[in-house]
């Protein structure tokens, strides 16, 4: 759902639980997209989710130069 800002000041505890609860709130500014609130959690998992690939992808860099000196 999209609010404009001056709205979701005036609602913003509400908007807040609602995007707590995973509904997607975007705040916008003369018809703008200007931000989204979104959990924590989820903002966590993405981190998660980005240093795994991170970590993932360091991996097989290493792998790779470790079998091209030993060949």
């Known amino acids: 759902m999209q609010f ?6 005036r609602n913003l505890a509400e908007l ?6 995973g ?3 975007v705040l916008v ?4 997209p ?4 979104v959990p924590i959690a ?3 998992q ?3 989710k ?3 690939e991170i970590d993932t992808s360091l991996m097989e860099e290493m792998l790779l130069a470790f079998e091209e000196e030993n060949n």
């Open 4 to 9: 404009e800002i001056e709205e979701a000041s």
């Open 16 to 21: 807040v639980a609602r995007a707590a609860l």
């Open 23 to 25: 509904e997607e709130i």
């Open 29 to 32: 500014q003369a018809g703008k």
């Open 34 to 37: 200007i931000v989204r609130l």
């Open 42 to 44: 989820e903002i966590e």
């Open 46 to 48: 993405e981190v998660l």
């Open 50 to 52: 980005e240093e795994q």
